[in-house]
């Protein structure tokens, strides 16, 4: 059975940082893309940064990008979104997926349960 379990959120104040974990199991994810995604109340759900889980390559957002850093720790099976310099409008919802494919890929498979992040002005 494929798990993604995110932890690491909580509330932080603008211009501070938090890292975001998921943990995945299950299945080998070698041929899969990681994705970190975000819904913050009343909106749609919308892409954050993904990575290859086995090449590294990486792609982010416009409204993160420079701010966030995704990367992936293959021994751990854990999947990292480090977040700096938040902003008011980083609150969301924050979850974690898996897509089999590359970067381009866009249906995800599996996702997480998500976890609150909040940032207060």
């Known amino acids: 059975q494929v798990q993604l379990v995110e932890s690491g959120g909580g509330l932080v104040q603008a211009g501070g940082s938090l890292r975001l974990s998921c943990a995945v199991s299950?299945?080998?994810?070698?041929?899969?893309?990681m994705g970190w995604f975000r819904q913050a109340p009343g909106k749609e759900r919308e892409f954050v940064a993904a990575?290859?889980?086995?090449?590294?390559?990486?792609d982010y957002a416009d409204s993160v990008k420079g701010r966030f850093t995704i990367s992936r720790d293959a021994a751990k099976n854990t999947v990292y979104l480090q977040m700096d310099n938040l902003k008011p409008e980083d609150t969301a919802v924050y979850s974690c997926a898996a897509v089999r494919g590359g970067l381009s890929a866009t249906k995800y498979d599996y996702w997480g349960q998500g976890t609150q992040v909040t940032v207060s002005s």
């Open positions: 990575i290859s889980w086995s090449y590294g390559t990486r």
């Open positions: 299950g299945r080998t994810f070698v041929d899969y893309t």
